[in-house]
Structures are given as C-alpha cells and as structure tokens.
C-alpha cells in the first residue's frame, strides 16, 4: 500500500521512495493511460502516450490522403481547363488516361449524338474503350460545352434550341410549331417563318403572353398553344389575310381566314393589307346580302386591291351579294377587285357580285374613299339604301371620293338616296349604266366608257327624292345596241320630285345601231310612273340643265335631244350643241347660243309658249322676238301662219311678276287667225294666242339685247 506522506518534493523519506518505485512500475508496465503520481497529481504512463501517438498519426494519415485527393482533382480539372488531347477516332482499346483526352464520335457508327467525348467524372482512368456503344457511353460525356451545343442546336424538342436562350427568339416554320412550344421555356419569343409551311407568307413574330388564360384562339394575332399558353402576334400595324391562314391561290376558299382577320376590328384593329393577291371566297347566293359586313366601326383601311373571287349562284333580276359592305361607318379607305365566274349581260336581267357598298340605317356617316373594279358581277360601287323617300332626320353618307373599273357589269356605280358630295373617275367596259345616281347631291363624275350596251350609259334618276348639282363628263369611245348615252329622268307617282343644276359633258364617238325610240343623244325629262308607265306631262320639276356634246362622229339621229315628256312647270335647258331638238320643246325652255327657245303643240289658247327668264333684276331688259304659228303642223307650206319679229320690254319684281310690252318690227302673215299675246309671271314669259286648233304649232325664240341681267 502507498504512504501518500505529502511530502513536498526533494524529500529523503523511505516511505516516498518506496511510493516512487510503485509509480514507476505503473509508468513503465501499467496498462492504464494515466497514473496518480504520490502527490495526486495524474500523469500519462507510457501505455497512454502510445495510444496518443497513435490517434495522432492515423488523423494525419488521412488529412494527408484527403488533401492528395484534392490536388488529384483540382490537377484534372485543370487539365480539363487547359485543353484537350485527341486521341483519335471512337474505336475499341483506344486508351483514355486523363480526363482531358478525348475521342470523336461518329453518328453513323455509334447511333448516338455525333461529338467529342472525355472520360466523366465516375470514369476510372485510365479508361480502355470497348468499341461497344451501350458499354462505354456510361464512361464517357461530350466535350465541354458541347452539350450546350447540342442543346441550343435542337429543333425539335421546344424546351431546348432558342427556348432557352432568355431574350432570344424561338424559330418555327409554322403556326402549328407555334402550338407545340414550351411556355416554361426561357424564351418568352417566337417567330414564325410561315403560316403553314416556311416563306408562305403568313406568320411574324409573336410573344408569350403569360398573364393571359382566357383568349379565344383567332388563328391570327392570338395562338392558343397545346400547353394553354396564349401567343400574341407582336405587330399588328396592318394585317394581312396570309398571317390567318389565306393560302391565296384562287383556288382555296379563303373566306373563313378573311373573316377571322376583320373579327380582330371588335379589338380596336383597323388595318389591313391584302397584299394584292387573288382569294376565293366561294360561292355568292344571298340577295343584298354581304360577305364581310362592318357596322359602325369608323377609321377602316382595306388596301392592297385584293381580287375577290367568287361563284355566281345569284337569283332574280338585278340581284347582288356585296364583298364588303359598311353601315354607318365613317372615314373609311376600302379597295376591292370583285370578280364573278359568270354573267347575264342581258340588262335589266343581270346580278352578281357587288364589290363595294355603303349603307346608312341609323346615323349619317362621312369620308370615304374607294377603289373598286368588278368583272363579271353587278357594280364596282353602290350606296344600298331604299328607294323610298328620304324624310329630313335619315342618315346619310357624304364626302365620298371613289375610283371604280367595271367589265362586263352591269353598273360602273349606282348611288341610291345615299352619297352626297361625292367626286370620282369611272372606267367601264361593256357595261349597261356606267353612272347611275339615284336622289343625290353634289357630284363632279368623269366617265371613260368603251362598248357601252343595252342601256343608258348615264342615267340621272329622281325616285322618291330630289337630285341637285350633278357635273358629269362623259368620254363615250363606243356604243352598240343601246339606248340614249344620257337620260335625265323622274320615277315616281308623287311627281313631288326635282332635279336641279345637272351639267353634262359628252365627248362621243363610235355610237352605232341604238335602240329604236332611243336615237336621240339626251333624253332630258322623262318621267314614268313608279310601275315603269310613261307620262305624257309631270310636275316634277327638271331644271337649269346644261347639255354639251363634241361628236367626233357626224351625228345622224332625228334629233339630237329628246324630250318625251311635257313639262307643267317651266324649266331651262341648255343645249351647247347644234343639233336638231325635235318637234316642240314640251314645255321646256330651251337656251341655245345667245338665244331662248320654246315651242308648243295643240291649241295655244290653252298650251302657251313658256320662256323661264332666269333672274332678272328690277327694271328687266330687252329682247328680240322671233314668233312663228301655224294652224296646222302639216302644213308645209304655211297657208294659215303668221311670223312676226318683236322687241319686248321686261320689267320684273323680285318675286318674277311685271309686265311684258311689244313693239312690232316686221310681220308676214298668211291666211287668217293667228295671233300673238305676252304675260309674265314667276320669272316665266308667257306667248298665247287665240288659236284653238289642235293641230297649231307655235315657237318663240328671244334674244336678249341689254338691260340689268342676271
């Protein structure tokens, strides 16, 4: 047993050195790791120290191991990063001992992605190739970034190529691509190198609009993908009918592509670009129906003169289905060819196709300009509203500028009660009417029409309402087998109806075989009954029209302007021509050169010669009389007839009444009975005599000689 005295070190006692040979038995042969020396303190026996050195070494062993790992790794990955070493071509036993050698792969041999493969990270270098694909490619990775590469050269997969690219755009050859791309992708842009195929024209490029779950698929401006993502065409300045799937080839029925194309306008879209390429838009059935319909969409542009196709299944005279019609739609640009495959030239049994037309039924609308042709079909251009009369508070259309071609068509335009203030240039080929207005306003109209038939080439018409201010030229190179080139005419059983301030301008030659009854160049007056009856006198009025005609052909009618109707209300035409009026002036006073003309048949007692002065202010003028009668027209050789020549004096009020005195300067008188008297009233010189035969004839021509005219 150990004393354990304390004693302090340096101590000679022999129970402490007996306690120090016990201690040092325990250093030298314990087991134990620590001992209490006889002080109490524990120290470490030799055991202890063993087993220390030993923990110690076995830490730095692997610190040691770890750290060559790491200079192992970071060297290959260095060799990796300094370059690589070919060593030649995929084959077996080629031998890959560093990680930056590598072998070039052949598609054709291997069936894989062609590329420039290295050992992986999991590969044991070094590596001997099998030659056997499925074995080694477990080993082996692509070079660098040439999985990059291969990715971004995918165009196939749509996550991969361009889709992962953030702020590139993704390519596809078509619409249906379009569908098939990826909305997780990183790019969130598309183009379209084409609608269905590449370079077809449609397609454009497009953007992903992620926000947006609930648009419809319009085939155009919105594509609604398989994965529900909405793909929104980036430019929509003017669209065109190839970005909706229009094949353009006149052969495909185009109409569906079209109409969705024109169903983007409930969006706010208002441009759009026919390219000038031909659509078929099948067949046409509907009377006064249309194709393409806009109600109140104002600011249209239609351009890029599409030729509009389409197969006549038309039925009924005159019957029309319009390309594109617009009701109440104000500043408009529209252009259209309208062509039919078939056409009835036999007017008034023709219909087809309508290229243009306006239509008001409940707001006025104005500005609009178009460009129209039509082959085969009805008209280039028409207003469509009723034929009934226009009360004061019916919309209009107005402020109208056009440019039409007709060919083998009925109308190069037709205005009905619609189209005030309207300036334009007609060009016609084998048309029936090349002008026809019907209760307008205000048109400046030149007309270059070539083989006019069957009808009137102009044709001025007052239905229910009034027409005023009409100038038109007319360039008339040839006429076969129709009626009067111009016909200014009322149709009405009212006879409420005026026309007023018409000027026409006609050059005309090549008029060959007109219709009979039709000889005439003018027709001025004529006025029938609603069911299409003649009148042999109206109300209506027809006046302050101006008749100017170049012939360069020796014109050879009877007469040159017909008036078929008496006139009640007196009225002025003026005639810049030389050419015979015909028997009588029905009515009408006619202003030729410097003088004013008037004639009347049957009975002068009752039927005078009526002369509208026009305006001549208070304190009149004079004028030189030239007065002839006859009692009986037959009569050639004058037996009982009076020609007399008078200077009258005119005084008139504001309000057109005065007096009317004559001084007779010369007078030749055969037989007995006739005589001359002048009244005066509403601006109107009225010749009567107190003749009563039914068979007299009576003409008045004035010269005017001076005074305060107007």
Known sequence: MAYNTNNPVGSTDPRDLYDNAGNLDKLVNGADPFYADRLGKLRESWAGMQNTFDTSQAGRESAFTLSQADKENRFQAFLVSSGYVSKGDYAANVVLAERNEYVAVNAATTGTSPGLYRPNASATLPLTLTGTWATDSANLVLLGDDVLRQDLADDTVPALGAGMVGRSSQVVGSIAGLRLLDKTAASAHAFVSGYYAHGDGGGGAYYLDSADTTSTDNGGTTIVAADGARWKLATTTALTPLQFGAVADGVTNDRAAITAMLSTVAGGQRNFDFLGLTYFLGIINVPDGAIFQFTQIHGLRLLGMPKMLVTNQMVGDLAYQSVFEFVDCSDLEVECDAEGDAFNPVSPNSNGVVAVQLRNDLVSAKGVRVKAKVTKGLAAFQTGNTWTARTPDRPIYSDIDFDLSAEDAEYGTRLINCGFNVTGRIRTKLVARSYFPVGVHNHVVVIDSEQQRNFMDVLIKAYEDSVSNIDVTLNQRSSTNAE???????????????????????????????????????????????????????????????????????????????????????????????????????????????????????????????????????????????????????????????????????????????????????????????????????????????????????????????????
Not at 510 to 537: Q, Y
Not at 563 to 575: D, F
Not at 681 to 699: E, H, K
């Open 484 to 710: 009067w080139p111009v016909c200014i005419e009322h149709q009405n059983d009212g006879e409420l109806t005026s026309i007023r301030g018409v000027s026409v301008h006609l050059n005309m030659t090549g008029r060959t075989t007109p219709k009979a009854g039709t000889t005439e160049i003018f027709c001025v007056g004529r006025a029938l009954t609603l069911a299409g009856a003649a009148r042999t006198s109206t109300n209506c009025v027809t006046d302050n029209i101006s008749l100017t005609l170049n012939g360069i052909q020796e014109i050879t009618s009877t007469a040159t302007l017909a008036l078929p109707t008496k006139a009640n209300v007196s009225s002025r035409i003026e005639c810049n021509f030389n050419g015979v009026l015909g028997l009588g002036s029905a009515g009408y006073t006619i202003v030729q050169g410097d003088g004013l003309r008037g004639s009347t048949q049957g009975a002068p007692n009752t039927n005078p010669v009526r002369i509208k002065l026009g305006s001549i202010y208070p304190a009149g003028g004079y004028f030189l009389a030239t007065l002839h009668g006859n009692k009986n027209v037959s009569d050639t050789d004058c037996t009982n007839a009076l020609t007399r020549i008078d200077l009258v004096r005119v005084a008139m009020d504001t309000a057109g009444a005065g007096v009317a005195q004559n001084t007779i300067i010369s007078s030749d008188s055969r037989g007995t009975g006739f005589d001359f008297a002048y009244s005066l009233a509403g601006g109107v010189l009225s010749v009567t005599s107190t003749v009563t035969d039914a068979t007299a004839i009576m003409a008045v021509t004035l010269t005017p000689l001076g005074g305060r005219f107007l």
